[in-house]
C-alpha cells in the first residue's frame, strides 16, 4: 500500500488481483486491514517500552502513520 503522503507499507502476505473486479477489490479491502491491523497489533506490544528502552517519539517513527 502506498498512503498519499509517499508512505509505502508491505503486504504482511501474498495477494493477487484475479477474477471479477467486485471480488478482489473486496479482497484488496481485505487485505489491507489485516494488514493494518497486523501492525496496529505490533506497536501495542511494543508500546510498553516506551520510557524503559526508547522514548515515545522515536517508538512512533518505527510504525506507519
Known amino acids: 500500500m502506498i498512503s498519499k503522503d ?7 502476505s501474498t495477494f493477487v488481483a ?3 473486479v467486485e ?4 479482497a484488496l479491502e481485505f487485505k489491507m486491514k489485516e ?9 501495542k506490544q511494543t508500546s510498553e517500552l516506551w520510557d ?3 522514548p515515545r517519539e ?8
Open 35 to 43: 494488514t493494518l491491523q497486523d501492525i496496529v497489533e505490533g506497536a
Open 52 to 54: 524503559s528502552e526508547k
Open 23 to 26: 471480488v478482489y477489490l473486496a
Open 58 to 65: 522515536d517508538w512512533v517513527e518505527g510504525y506507519c502513520a
Open 6 to 12: 509517499n508512505e509505502k507499507i508491505p503486504f504482511t
Open 18 to 20: 484475479e477474477g471479477q
